[in-house]
């Protein structure tokens, strides 16, 4: 009960939209019951002998016409037009406000949501596909709607009618309209019984279609290997299988619906029998008209849609639930890395940066980082080396606070990271990935993506630094080209340059370099060197790497084994050492004897 | 390319013989919706007569034909009001009864194959795309793409269940209570009709702006996909350079121009719908004028006029439905108009009619004279000329952009050049099955491209009925069975999305043995070592060693250690092979080659492991 109240806390803000909403189910609640009313008049008035009211007397002498049944059945029709022309306009109001009001009300629900799962961190969104999160947004953001409707405003429309109808019955005939509210009730039929299974149902299918919408993610995204690996018949069967389980989950759902409605509907037609028997004996007795007892048939049968209404709430709240539930997952929790309460802004850093004790590890029980402990001082450059998997991109991800450790503390200059504002944090620290991750933007955009108020002189000489210019002005429109999804229609050695024009673009005094140049040609590589040793002149940079050539002038190396440093140094140092890392150096630069053909094992 | 215009006038009936075979292919299900609609159609016939015996007959006595009296004269027991209202009530509420279960009945066969239908064009939307270039998804975004298989699918069964089963059923209505109620009154029951044309009028005025607007509405909505998809995928760089905020901006404008295209969708919604409204109650105020005066005339009697208004609103009631979810409606032909873009987007590459199947593969490649580029107009290969025979392995090396990537996808036909040919033992590709081709042709990339499967299953991608034995093998030989071991579940262990928990190392690792199990004659290596330090790799290249032997292989590599044994290296230069030789000859040439070799290296060590390059000044 309370994340629906939660939930409906979004709807505040448009509560004028509400309001108006509020009149006019009220007006429509009230129309609705007064639809019999041309028929039954026509029936008793005109057409039958039933003497008018007095106060309809009093009508037709105010206007000094002679109540002819010309003139009534003119009034009668009159009438209902009247009717449908003011159900049209609180239509039209009530479609406008809905489709307005409600449609802001869950895109403040899907920015919100947007904007909280955008920070939280890089651990949350390991596990949870992107597929999963894009159902988050942009379909479960939907229940505010579901539950403004479902559980506010239809009940409300439900209830107001029933009253008035109530009142108009209990004119008429007394003892009828009893029966008629005695019966009511039991027209819900056994609603209450398929609450549990409904709900697990939806949850089901929600799941399901979450599957689904990854797998299609995945596939898409990893086509190359699913069409060079001819694997597209069989992830075609695997959809297919998903796809038969979602209609399973189906199928299952509304039969349970299905017998729900024919339980309900079994009691509401033995309620019309008993209804229509007595009143069509009451009719007979005199005690009421013809018109009467069309009113009142008239009046179960929407007494039956209202009933419906209600009994339809329960089913309708365990088909959106799920949806509930996982917005809820969102809103309820804290991002994991954030500001504390009194964080205070990084003063601007000269960087020093130090680890001390940092244990760490992606799941509980593994880690990954054993109490490591270093020190970098400003403008000098650490290189991490290290085999693959030791831990050297977990190590400098916690630096502009990526994650938190368990242990131990990551601090700049003096400051724990935790401390400080995360936005100022991260605004010193400049990362230049493995993966470029470039946006479908323009170029230009793409380098200033850190800055966006830099103009375009800057860009060019960022561009120009990253040894990018060249093949950017080669492009169709140069720098305003825009990047196909994921800079897909570039090589990985342009991606990466362009990547690394925007860390010189953001001019931040830490650099953290992962494998910057891993995927370019020697080329390319000599060039970016050259820039990259003037940026790290004056910078504190982290820099793992594979390739020798580049971290031998660090000032210091320190060498990850095992999720702890094995060995610190200098290159010289190390070498003298004869550990790990010497052996690194002969590894690379031994030259095998005679060039290996294929067949001789080196 | 836009194929959007070409299917831009999907017509009512183009859309229907579009969904025919969906509709068939679960005939069915179909059947029995047919079925359960018919017999509730009939149902709807009966429902008024015994409110008719009752109110004319034992309320008022009044008949206006002999059949009443004989019907009542059929009953048993007394001739009695009180009895016969019994029969009335009793015969009322087992037609309602029926009725209602025929209903729920045809609710479930409804949606029943509405999901059905739905599932079935999603899976071919989906393996369709699966088919399509990888140009194709170069360009079009994966989120788009997700919506048109998981929302916009839903098109087919909107369509035939919220249109053409209603719009049936009212026909055959029509139909069935013009027939009944002409016999009551001519006159009353030529009005009944009238209504049907006007609305026809209505509907066709207001179509095509409602599925204009309708289709924009959802290409605007699509756009908010697009966000979320692109904020997620690169969430490190959006949290490393502080983007959140601007995502959020970016997430907000999209929310805002969507509700604006919906606005403006609503209110063509919203004249249609009063238009028809009016239509309807038009038509009530003029059966109840008339009949009122024929009844006057005694030539009706209030129990007719019921059953007339029975009937209309059996009638205009599912009319107006059909014309309501007109708008769903043409929102489902927005929908199937996305989908039929992606359905008839030209296969770039496809087999030729008649196409066989690869006959012999020892390995011999030829690339003859190949031009090809992305982009029209910008070639990226010029007439480029290549042999590897089997066996051999020749590296491809050249400044990045040069075009190598783009030469060995020529080779399992990712694209087709625009200008020569490439072949293998002697056959062109463009002439054999392509799955044969691509059987034949590993391919290890720079991105491993992992899939949330098991370890086990990911090495077994390409051979699914693989033994343990040879997996394992294969994980051995890709020095990747040592660390595999050590995880949770060994090789049962499931990948994270992307392989995201392992290593870049050891993913490439797993590439490789998936491309070692495949064991295809023809290899292609894609940077397989760039993400690698340099202990890994050189493990790795006794793995390549063995995976290389025997085979014709494409390496391209910038670690010149990984390149140096190649039978032939060959330097890419704007498009065209700017030099070709061995290890040695290159360096004697001393030119490009050997300008590389320097970069990474320095001179040409004369002592081997005392190599100085302080002088480049590499750091």
């Given at each position: 009960?309370?994340?629906?109240?939660?939930?409906?806390?979004?709807?505040?803000?448009?509560?004028?939209?509400?309001?108006?909403?509020?009149?006019?189910?009220?007006?429509?609640?009230?129309?609705?019951?007064?639809?019999?009313?041309?028929?039954?008049?026509?029936?008793?008035?005109?057409?039958?002998?039933?003497?008018?009211?007095?106060?309809?007397?009093?009508?037709?002498?105010?206007?000094?016409?002679?109540?002819?049944?010309?003139?009534?059945?003119?009034?009668?029709?009159?009438?209902?037009?009247?009717?449908?022309?003011?159900?049209?306009?609180?239509?039209?109001?009530?479609?406008?406000?809905?489709?307005?009001?409600?449609?802001?009300?869950?895109?403040?629900?899907?920015?919100?949501?947007?904007?909280?799962?955008?920070?939280?961190?890089?651990?949350?969104?390991?596990?949870?596909?992107?597929?999963?999160?894009?159902?988050?947004?942009?379909?479960?953001?939907?229940?505010?709607?579901?539950?403004?409707?479902?559980?506010?405003?239809?009940?409300?429309?439900?209830?107001?009618?029933?009253?008035?109808?109530?009142?108009?019955?209990?004119?008429?005939?007394?003892?009828?309209?009893?029966?008629?509210?005695?019966?009511?009730?039991?027209?819900?039929?056994?609603?209450?019984?398929?609450?549990?299974?409904?709900?697990?149902?939806?949850?089901?299918?929600?799941?399901?279609?979450?599957?689904?919408?990854?797998?299609?993610?995945?596939?898409?995204?990893?086509i190359p290997v699913v069409q060079s690996f001819v694997?597209e018949?069989?992830?075609?069967?695997?959809?297919?299988?998903?796809?038969?389980?979602?209609?399973?989950?189906?199928?299952?759902?509304?039969?349970?619906?299905?017998?729900?409605?024919?339980?309900?509907?079994?009691?509401?037609?033995?309620?019309?029998?008993?209804?229509?028997?007595?009143?069509?004996?009451?009719?007979?007795?005199?005690?009421?008209?013809?018109?009467?007892?069309?009113?009142?048939?008239?009046?179960?049968?929407?007494?039956?849609?209202?009933?419906?209404?209600?009994?339809?709430?329960?089913?309708?709240?365990?088909?959106?639930?799920?949806?509930?539930?996982?917005?809820?997952?969102?809103?309820?929790?804290?991002?994991?890395?954030?500001?504390?309460?009194?964080?205070?802004?990084?003063?601007?850093?000269?960087?020093?940066?130090?680890?001390?004790?940092?244990?760490?590890?992606?799941?509980?029980?593994?880690?990954?980082?054993?109490?490591?402990?270093?020190?970098?001082?400003?403008?000098?450059?650490?290189?991490?080396?290290?085999?693959?998997?030791?831990?050297?991109?977990?190590?400098?991800?916690?630096?502009?606070?990526?994650?938190?450790?368990?242990?131990?503390?990551?601090?700049?200059?003096?400051?724990?990271?935790?401390?400080?504002?995360?936005?100022?944090?991260?605004?010193?620290?400049?990362?230049?990935?493995?993966?470029?991750?470039?946006?479908?933007?323009?170029?230009?955009?793409?380098?200033?993506?850190?800055?966006?108020?830099?103009?375009?002189?800057?860009?060019?000489?960022?561009?120009?630094?990253?040894?990018?210019?060249?093949?950017?002005?080669?492009?169709?429109?140069?720098?305003?080209?825009?990047?196909?999804?994921?800079?897909a229609?570039?090589?990985?050695?342009?991606?990466?340059?362009?990547?690394?024009?925007?860390?010189?673009?953001?001019?931040?005094?830490?650099?953290?370099?992962?494998?910057?140049?891993?995927?370019?040609?020697?080329?390319?590589?000599?060039?970016?060197?050259?820039?990259?040793?003037?940026?790290?002149?004056?910078?504190?940079?982290?820099?793992?790497?594979?390739?020798?050539?580049?971290?031998?002038?660090?000032?210091?190396?320190?060498?990850?084994?095992?999720?702890?440093?094995?060995?610190?140094?200098?290159?010289?140092?190390?070498?003298?050492?004869?550990?790990?890392?010497?052996?690194?150096?002969?590894?690379?630069?031994?030259?095998?004897?005679?060039?290996?053909?294929?067949?001789?094992?080196? | 390319?836009?194929?959007?215009?070409?299917?831009?006038?999907?017509?009512?009936?183009?859309?229907?013989?579009?969904?025919?075979?969906?509709?068939?292919?679960?005939?069915?299900?179909?059947?029995?919706?047919?079925?359960?609609?018919?017999?509730?159609?009939?149902?709807?016939?009966?429902?008024?007569?015994?409110?008719?015996?009752?109110?004319?007959?034992?309320?008022?006595?009044?008949?206006?034909?002999?059949?009443?009296?004989?019907?009542?004269?059929?009953?048993?027991?007394?001739?009695?009001?009180?009895?016969?209202?019994?029969?009335?009530?009793?015969?009322?509420?087992?037609?309602?009864?029926?009725?209602?279960?025929?209903?729920?009945?045809?609710?479930?066969?409804?949606?029943?194959?509405?999901?059905?239908?739905?599932?079935?064009?999603?899976?071919?939307?989906?393996?369709?795309?699966q088919q399509l270039s990888l140009r194709f998804h170069a360009?079009?975004?994966?989120?788009?793409?997700?919506?048109?298989?998981?929302?916009?699918?839903?098109?087919?069964?909107?369509?035939?269940?919220?249109?053409?089963?209603?719009?049936?059923?009212?026909?055959?209505?029509?139909?069935?209570?013009?027939?009944?109620?002409?016999?009551?009154?001519?006159?009353?029951?030529?009005?009944?009709?009238?209504?049907?044309?006007?609305?026809?009028?209505?509907?066709?005025?207001?179509?095509?702006?409602?599925?204009?607007?309708?289709?924009?509405?959802?290409?605007?909505?699509?756009?908010?996909?697009?966000?979320?998809?692109?904020?997620?995928?690169?969430?490190?760089?959006?949290?490393?350079?502080?983007?959140?905020?601007?995502?959020?901006?970016?997430?907000?404008?999209?929310?805002?121009?969507?509700?604006?295209?919906?606005?403006?969708?609503?209110?063509?919604?919203?004249?249609?719908?009063?238009?028809?409204?009016?239509?309807?109650?038009?038509?009530?105020?003029?059966?109840?004028?008339?009949?009122?005066?024929?009844?006057?005339?005694?030539?009706?009697?209030?129990?007719?006029?019921?059953?007339?208004?029975?009937?209309?609103?059996?009638?205009?009631?599912?009319?107006?439905?059909?014309?309501?979810?007109?708008?769903?409606?043409?929102?489902?032909?927005?929908?199937?108009?996305?989908?039929?873009?992606?359905?008839?987007?030209?296969r770039e590459v496809t087999?030729?009619?008649?196409?066989?199947?690869?006959?012999?593969?020892?390995?011999?490649?030829?690339?003859?004279?190949v031009?090809f580029?992305y982009?029209?107009?910008?070639?990226i290969l010029?007439?480029?000329?290549?042999?590897?025979?089997?066996?051999?392995?020749?590296?491809?090396?050249?400044?990045?952009?040069?075009?190598?990537s783009t030469l060995v996808s020529l080779v399992p036909r990712f694209f087709d050049p625009?200008?020569?040919?490439v072949?293998?033992?002697?056959?062109?590709v463009r002439?054999?099955?392509l799955?044969?081709l691509r059987?034949?042709v590993?391919l290890?990339l720079?991105?491993?491209?992992?899939?949330?499967?098991?370890?086990?299953?990911?090495?077994?991608?390409?051979?699914?009925?693989?033994?343990?034995?040879?997996?394992?093998?294969?994980?051995?030989?890709?020095?990747?069975?040592?660390?595999?071991?050590?995880?949770?579940?060994?090789?049962?262990?499931?990948?994270?999305?992307?392989?995201?928990?392992?290593?870049?190392?050891?993913?490439?690792?797993?590439?490789?043995?998936?491309?070692?199990?495949?064991?295809?004659?023809?290899?292609i290596?894609d940077?397989?070592?760039?993400?690698?330090?340099?202990?890994?790799?050189?493990?790795?290249?006794?793995?390549?060693?063995?995976?290389?032997?025997?085979?014709?292989?494409f390496?391209?590599?910038?670690?010149?250690?990984?390149?140096?044994?190649?039978?032939?290296?060959?330097?890419?230069?704007?498009?065209?092979?700017?030099?070709?030789?061995?290890?040695?000859?290159?360096?004697?040439?001393?030119?490009?080659?050997?300008?590389?070799?320097?970069?990474?290296?320095?001179?040409?060590?004369?002592?081997?492991?005392?190599?100085?390059?302080?002088?480049?000044?590499?750091?």
């Open positions: 009960m309370q994340k629906y109240c939660r939930l409906i806390h979004y709807a505040r803000p448009h509560w004028r939209f509400f309001v108006l909403i509020f009149i006019l189910t009220i007006a429509a609640s009230v129309l609705a019951a007064l639809q019999p009313l041309p028929l039954a008049f026509l029936t008793d008035h005109v057409l039958g002998q039933v003497p008018l009211s007095s106060r309809v007397r009093g009508f037709f002498d105010a206007l000094s016409l002679a109540p002819t049944p010309e003139y009534l059945l003119g009034v009668t029709v009159l009438g209902g037009l009247v009717l449908f022309a003011l159900n049209s306009v609180f239509e039209i109001g009530l479609t406008w406000a809905w489709t307005l009001g409600g449609r802001r009300m869950v895109y403040s629900l899907a920015e919100d949501l947007f904007a909280r799962l955008q920070r939280r961190s890089l651990l949350f969104h390991r596990r949870n596909s992107v597929g999963d999160t894009m159902g988050r947004v942009a379909t479960d953001s939907w229940a505010v709607y579901q539950v403004m409707d479902t559980l506010v405003f239809a009940p409300g429309h439900a209830l107001l009618t029933t009253v008035v109808m109530a009142y108009l019955m209990a004119q008429s005939d007394l003892r009828l309209m009893l029966l008629a509210l005695v019966i009511a009730p039991f027209m819900v039929g056994a609603s209450f019984l398929v609450g549990k299974p409904l709900r697990a149902a939806a949850k089901l299918k929600r799941e399901i279609e979450s599957r689904i919408q990854s797998h299609i993610q995945q596939t898409l995204t990893g694997q018949e069989r992830e075609h069967q695997r959809f297919q299988q998903f796809a038969d389980a979602a209609i399973a989950a189906q199928q299952r759902s509304t039969l349970i619906g299905s017998l729900n409605t024919l339980s309900s509907g079994l009691v509401t037609v033995l309620g019309t029998g008993c209804i229509l028997w007595l009143g069509a004996r009451h009719v007979l007795s005199g005690e009421l008209t013809i018109g009467d007892l069309l009113k009142f048939l008239f009046w179960l049968s929407l007494l039956q849609t209202q009933v419906k209404v209600f009994a339809e709430t329960y089913t309708k709240l365990q088909g959106f639930s799920a949806s509930v539930s996982r917005v809820m997952e969102i809103l309820e929790a804290d991002p994991e890395v954030r500001d504390k309460p009194d964080a205070i802004p990084l003063p601007p850093p000269r960087g020093r940066v130090k680890m001390e004790e940092v244990t760490f590890g992606y799941e509980a029980g593994r880690p990954v980082l054993r109490g490591i402990s270093l020190e970098v001082h400003p403008s000098q450059t650490l290189a991490l080396v290290g085999a693959t998997g030791a831990g050297k991109t977990t190590l400098v991800n916690l630096i502009p606070r990526f994650f938190d450790p368990w242990d131990g503390r990551v601090m700049v200059d003096g400051h724990d990271v935790r401390d400080v504002r995360l936005r100022t944090l991260r605004e010193q620290v400049a990362l230049v990935l493995q993966e470029p991750f470039l946006f479908p933007l323009s170029v230009a955009d793409n380098i200033a993506y850190g800055r966006s108020a830099a103009s375009r002189a800057e860009i060019e000489a960022a561009a120009r630094d990253a040894n990018a210019h060249e093949f950017i002005t080669r492009l169709p429109q140069g720098y305003d080209t825009v990047m196909g999804e994921r800079g229609t570039l090589s990985g050695g342009e991606r990466q340059r362009i990547s690394i024009a925007r860390a010189f673009l953001k001019n931040a005094p830490i650099l953290i370099l992962d494998e910057p140049t891993s995927a370019l040609d020697a080329q390319s590589e000599r060039l970016i060197l050259d820039a990259l040793e003037r940026l790290m002149n004056a910078r504190t940079t982290f820099l793992i790497a594979h390739r020798l050539s580049t971290i031998r002038h660090a000032d210091c190396i320190a060498v990850l084994k095992d999720g702890q440093i094995a060995e610190r140094g200098t290159h010289d140092e190390l070498l003298a050492n004869g550990a790990w890392y010497a052996r690194l150096h002969e590894t690379a630069f031994a030259i095998r004897p005679a060039a290996a053909r294929p067949g001789m094992t080196p | 390319m836009n194929a959007s215009r070409s299917t831009s006038d999907l017509s009512a009936l183009q859309l229907c013989r579009w969904l025919a075979p969906y509709a068939w292919r679960r005939r069915f299900e179909l059947a029995i919706v047919v079925a359960t609609m018919l017999v509730r159609i009939g149902l709807d016939l009966l429902k008024p007569w015994p409110m008719v015996f009752l109110v004319d007959y034992v309320l008022q006595g009044k008949t206006t034909s002999a059949i009443l009296p004989s019907l009542a004269d059929l009953l048993p027991g007394p001739h009695s009001p009180g009895n016969l209202i019994g029969w009335s009530v009793g015969a009322t509420v087992l037609i309602f009864l029926f009725s209602w279960a025929v209903g729920v009945a045809n609710a479930y066969a409804n949606i029943s194959l509405g999901q059905r239908m739905v599932y079935d064009l999603a899976a071919d939307l989906f393996g369709r795309l360009r079009k975004s994966v989120g788009d793409n997700i919506r048109r298989v998981t929302a916009d699918c839903t098109c087919v069964s909107i369509i035939v269940k919220d249109a053409l089963l209603p719009l049936a059923s009212s026909v055959i209505s029509l139909v069935a209570m013009f027939a009944i109620l002409w016999r009551i009154d001519a006159v009353l029951s030529l009005l009944a009709i009238a209504v049907v044309p006007y609305m026809a009028l209505v509907f066709r005025f207001y179509a095509r702006p409602m599925m204009e607007r309708s289709y924009q509405q959802q290409e605007i909505e699509g756009g908010i996909y697009s966000i979320i998809e692109q904020a997620f995928s690169a969430i490190p760089a959006v949290q490393a350079f502080g983007r959140e905020e601007f995502n959020d901006q970016r997430f907000h404008k999209a929310t805002r121009d969507t509700l604006a295209a919906t606005l403006a969708l609503t209110k063509t919604q919203l004249q249609f719908k009063i238009l028809i409204g009016l239509a309807t109650a038009l038509g009530t105020a003029a059966i109840l004028w008339v009949g009122a005066r024929h009844a006057l005339n005694e030539q009706l009697t209030i129990g007719s006029i019921l059953a007339f208004l029975s009937y209309l609103g059996a009638l205009y009631g599912p009319l107006e439905a059909v014309m309501y979810s007109t708008s769903t409606i043409q929102g489902a032909a927005g929908s199937a108009r996305r989908v039929r873009e992606v359905l008839t987007s030209e087999d030729k009619p008649g196409a066989e199947p690869l006959s012999s593969v020892r390995g011999h490649v030829q690339i003859e004279e031009t580029g982009e029209s107009g910008r070639p010029r007439q480029l000329s290549l042999e590897v025979r089997p066996g051999e392995t020749v590296a491809i090396v050249g400044a990045t952009g040069a075009g190598k625009w200008e020569g040919r072949r293998v033992d002697g056959q062109d002439d054999v099955q799955n044969s059987r034949n590993a290890v720079q991105e491993p491209f992992l899939f949330p499967v098991s370890v086990a299953d990911n090495i077994a991608y390409g051979v699914p009925r693989a033994a343990m034995a040879d997996i394992e093998a294969a994980a051995r030989a890709a020095n990747a069975h040592d660390f595999i071991v050590q995880l949770p579940d060994g090789y049962q262990t499931v990948i994270g999305e992307r392989g995201a928990t392992l290593s870049g190392g050891e993913r490439q690792r797993i590439s490789i043995a998936r491309a070692l199990l495949k064991n295809a004659p023809i290899l290596l940077e397989p070592t760039s993400a690698l330090d340099v202990e890994t790799e050189d493990a790795l290249l006794q793995a390549l060693d063995r995976l290389t032997q025997g085979r014709a292989t390496i391209i590599a910038h670690r010149l250690s990984t390149v140096r044994r190649a039978d032939l290296i060959v330097v890419l230069k704007d498009g065209r092979i700017a030099e070709s030789g061995t290890h040695d000859q290159l360096l004697k040439r001393g030119e490009l080659y050997a300008a590389f070799y320097q970069l990474q290296f320095g001179n040409p060590p004369a002592n081997p492991g005392t190599v100085e390059d302080r002088n480049q000044g590499s750091s």
